[in-house]
């Protein structure tokens, strides 16, 4: 079955140093995304892409960096975490299809803790 | 600007009783509407989408939601609600004349359902 795996599920790191978190979708999607997940915001739009090259600024980009080398992956790096980088990060993906209205899938979350 | 609001943060309902989780919408055009439900420490799943038609749209585990275009809103209902319910839960938006495929997720709503 398709599906989208994020790893690491867990990762605790410190204040300064550069963390890569993988997206990876075996759905052969064009569009990606992530997202940041924090108590009273729901889900904020870091970056989002629609297809190979193409990534595009969300929300909440500041200090994030995506990159979009393939089809099937969307790597998200902090370039120097800070702390207010603690958050769940959700990437989701969706079919571009014969319209614009396709639900997005979602993998099942990275908790980064930046101490 | 596209937004939802979920105004309820919590909702509690007894085992078997009706439940509903309320949805309001601001878009510039016609609206695309989503829920989504969120099992602890999971990413969310696609419950039901609303794009056009029938303003009853009926979804996964026995959902359904109510689309009133007067009033802006989009609940989310289900007849008899079971403990298994209990989760959080997301509308989104999307705006058909937005370019792309970005969605505005509410803030959320925490469902308990009391046995």
């Known amino acids: 079955d398709a599906e989208i795996t994020q790893s690491p599920r867990h990762k605790i790191t410190e204040t300064g140093r550069q963390v890569t978190l993988a997206c990876h979708q075996t759905w052969n999607h064009n569009n990606m995304f992530w997202y940041r997940q924090d108590l009273g915001h729901g889900l904020r739009l870091i970056h989002y892409?629609?297809?190979?090259?193409?990534?595009n600024k969300g929300e909440v980009s500041d200090g994030y960096s995506v990159s979009r080398s393939n089809t099937e992956d969307l790597p998200l790096t902090l370039e120097s975490a800070a702390s207010s980088q603690t958050s769940v990060y959700f990437c989701?993906?969706?079919?571009?299809?014969?319209?614009?209205?396709?639900?997005?899938?979602f993998g099942p979350g990275t908790r980064l803790t930046v101490l | 600007a596209q937004s939802v609001a979920q105004p309820e943060d919590q909702v509690n309902v007894a085992e078997g009783n009706p439940l509903t989780v309320k949805c309001t919408y601001s878009?510039?055009?016609?609206?695309?509407l989503f829920w989504y439900v969120q099992y602890p420490n999971r990413g969310l799943q696609f419950l039901l989408k609303y794009i056009t038609g029938d303003n009853l749209v009926k979804g996964s585990y026995g959902f359904e939601a109510e689309f009133n275009k007067s009033q802006t809103s989009f609940h989310l209902k289900k007849p008899s609600a079971l403990v298994s319910d209990s989760a959080l839960y997301f509308c989104?938006?999307?705006?058909?004349?937005?370019?792309?495929?970005?969605?505005?997720f509410g803030t959320g709503t925490s469902l308990t359902v009391i046995p």
């Open positions: 878009v510039s055009g016609n609206p695309y």
């Open positions: 989701a993906s969706s079919d571009t299809g014969t319209g614009t209205y396709n639900e997005q899938f």
């Open positions: 892409s629609y297809g190979v090259q193409d990534t």
């Open positions: 989104a938006v999307r705006d058909i004349w937005a370019t792309g495929n970005q969605f505005y």
